[in-house]
């Protein structure tokens, strides 16, 4: 039942790789860098970094509709939990988190925390910390389109990202990450694409609750309109097209839902 997902692969390297000094990009940017470093810190604060928080307009939407929020936004936080883990110890659906694959998926997890998180914000909305300074913003993953490494819409291919990720974006903040290495970049594109499909659930989860009470995701409810939205988006497949492993086909019923 339980597999790894696809998109990590299998750990290559065993034991903690050294960790390279983080850096900005230079050149043409030295104004926002020098902005950018005394105006932030250089990643999230402890405390923000340890916890995946619903969106605003999540809590918002929750708040004003729900007959009884708290017991709305807990419904839909445990879920996600259930699905994709936490922060600190992320997780693809129906994947054993004590699988080898998945204690690599925390390590890359920290590697995003400490490179990524600060502009594109722990949950991958593109609110990180140093986001109000830039322009253009930090992609917001949640998304669901990437437009640099998937031009065709959707989602990208991991081979997109990695080569998105070690050229950088030139004219904005988007740093090159080649020192991190091919196979790190891999693991971070992998991690991304998690992001993006945890934070578009999200939404999905807040509709369900609203429609139907918090006891929609109990059990395997959340799991269904996974599936469902799976089902329903072509771009949800664009992580399965990037690998080999061939997805579940989608039934006529759940394309009608
Ligand atoms: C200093 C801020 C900053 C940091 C750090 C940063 N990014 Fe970005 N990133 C940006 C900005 C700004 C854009 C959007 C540029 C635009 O819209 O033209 C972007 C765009 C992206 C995109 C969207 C590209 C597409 O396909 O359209 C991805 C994916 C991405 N970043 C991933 C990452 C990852 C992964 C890391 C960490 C390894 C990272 N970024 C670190 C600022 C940053």
Known sequence: MQRPHPTLGPRTSSGPKPRPARRFSRGSLGLATLLLGILTPACLDEAQAKE????????QRLTE???DPTAAQAAVEEALERLYGTALA???PMVDPSAPAMQ?????????RDECAHCHGLEGYGNGPSSPFLNPKPWNFSL??????APGGGEPKLDALVRLLEDGIPSSAMPKFGRLGAERLREIGGYVLLLTQRSRLEHRLVEAVLAEGPTALE??????VLET???ADAQFHAPA??????????????KAQ
Do not use: C, I
Request: glycine share 4%; no cysteine.
């Open 52 to 59: 995946w928080v619903l969106h605003e307009s999540s809590v």
């Open 65 to 67: 509709q729900a007959p």
């Open 90 to 92: 992320p997780h693809w």
């Open 104 to 112: 690599s998926l925390a390590e890359t997890a920290a590697v995003y």
């Open 144 to 149: 669901g389109v990437f437009p640099r490494s």
């Open 219 to 224: 059990s395997e409810g959340a799991l269904q």
């Open 229 to 231: 939205m799976r089902a």
């Open 241 to 254: 097209n990037a690998t080999q492993e061939p997805q579940p086909k989608e039934s006529a019923e759940d």
